[in-house]
């Protein structure tokens, strides 16, 4: 099929450049494909850029369409930036500003209160964009620098270093957030980057780009398959091979057995709950009480319905069951494109696993119960899936929470490799993709 977006780009410069098509693949399938338009201005440049990416999940067609300005130096470092993002879930839009080492964020969703942010970063601001056309443009060896990723409004500090150069051909390797990317250079223009998880760009005309061969869904193409099915309830034993840097499985009921640099074995084992919260919690278990960006469990809507859910309870395991309870009778379960915060899942009711693991962690951190959130795997139908949860603290113990599921303690079937919040799949990406999982032992 194809399809055909309307990219309209206003006229703002004698200098505007051609536009430049990229195709953005996953495992060789077109799943979308970006614009960028350079002017050239006295301070430096601004480049406009569209993203159009579509994809099936969970059967549903999920399109969603990015509009990017950016202003920058002549050496193409951020200065300021804005942005809008639209699928059929969310609306976001935000804007960026760089003065000296901080970078100045707002970033809104629909019609909610902006999220503000000061971000510290040691070294030059770059998008992936503007990387490569800083690269073009100039043969460095090594350059570090702080990624700006606009849609989640994340920086990640990071280095990319040349690894070869032949015949007019330059190969980087950009290293940030436990992942790497090769990106060419061939006779001073980007032509093609290939990153975590089969994901692929590559610089190809406007007739080719907009053409989509198929529809593809992106939950079957990163499911990994076990040696034999999962059945355990009380003792799960696994072997992990793969890329497996960034991945951190050594918490809740999950325990470290050995690693070495491509196999984990770890087991899992069902939690012994015990409902108390009596000693005093350390200054580390206390912030996992506090409020973020994304877990706003300070808002008064946020304390409002989590008071009313756990209206007369004293016992932390009757919080956490109601709580968990409200979320599975009371939020839609729909696949969504969506960067999620637990105020914009109240207020639209509906989402997937993201949704309901942000929502659950603000309301249980409304009620006094220490939450973090869970990034990893579930085995479902055969497969494992990417998936989140929650985990709570009580009893000394951090025990694994899926308001999705509806499950308090969540199943053995889950397989976490990372916490702290929703950014850390980027962590977890190239590892899903090169992934193999052996069950060793199971009861």
């Not at 430096?44 to 159009?52: C, K, L």
């Not at 580390?284 to 946020?302: G, T």
Request: some cysteine.
């Amino acid at each position: 099929m194809k399809a055909i977006l309307y990219l309209i780009t206003l006229l703002c410069a004698s200098s505007k450049q051609d536009t430049l098509w990229y195709s953005m693949y996953l495992q060789g399938n077109k799943v979308g494909y970006s614009s960028i338009v350079l002017y050239s201005k006295p301070s430096g440049y601004q480049i406009d850029e569209s993203n159009y990416m579509q994809v099936q999940m969970l059967g549903t067609l999920k399109r969603v369409l990015i509009n990017t300005s950016y202003n920058t130096d002549k050496a193409l470092r951020i200065s300021s930036a804005k942005f809008d993002m639209k699928s059929q879930d969310q609306k976001i839009s935000g804007t960026f500003k760089v003065v000296g080492d901080t970078i100045f964020l707002s970033y809104a969703s629909g019609g909610g209160t902006p999220i503000e942010r000061k971000i510290l970063v040691s070294e030059p601001v770059f998008t992936e964009t503007t990387l490569r056309l800083y690269l073009e443009r100039n043969p460095v060896k090594s350059l570090k620098v702080a990624l700006l990723d606009a849609p989640t409004a994340s920086v990640s500090e990071g280095i990319c270093e040349l690894i070869s150069e032949k015949s007019g051909t330059r190969t980087y390797r950009l290293s940030y957030q436990g992942t790497e990317t090769r990106l060419t250079i061939k006779n001073g223009s980007f032509v093609r980057e290939e990153g975590p998880m089969g994901i692929s760009i590559v610089r190809e005309s406007k007739e080719d780009v907009v053409e989509f061969a198929r529809e593809i869904d992106i939950t079957e193409l990163y499911a990994i398959v076990p040696n034999k099915p999962i059945r355990a309830k009380d003792y799960l034993k696994l072997k992990l091979t793969g890329s497996l840097k960034g991945i951190d499985v050594n918490f809740g009921p999950q325990k470290l057995l050995d690693k070495t640099q491509n196999t984990i074995r770890l087991e899992i084992k069902a939690p012994d709950i015990k409902c108390s919260q009596t000693s005093p919690l350390s200054g580390e278990v206390k912030k996992y009480l506090e409020p973020d960006a994304y877990v706003q469990s300070n808002a008064p809507e946020i304390i409002e319905i989590s008071e009313k859910i756990t209206s007369g309870m004293k016992d932390p395991c009757a919080k956490i069951r109601a709580l968990n309870s409200w979320l599975f009778h009371n939020i839609t379960k729909a696949p969504s494109v969506t960067v999620p915060t637990a105020l914009d899942v109240l207020r639209e009711r509906r989402g997937d696993c993201n949704e309901h693991a942000v929502l659950f962690t603000a309301l249980a951190r409304a009620a006094g119960i220490p939450t973090d959130i869970v990034v990893g795997l579930v085995y479902q139908d055969g497969a494992y899936y990417y998936h989140a949860w929650a985990m709570v603290f009580i009893g000394g113990e951090w025990i694994f929470v899926d308001p999705i599921f509806g499950e308090f303690p969540a199943s053995l079937k889950h397989l976490a490799l990372s916490r702290g919040s929703l950014e850390k799949q980027t962590e977890i990406m190239q590892v899903v993709g090169n992934l193999k999982i052996d069950v060793e032992e199971q009861l």
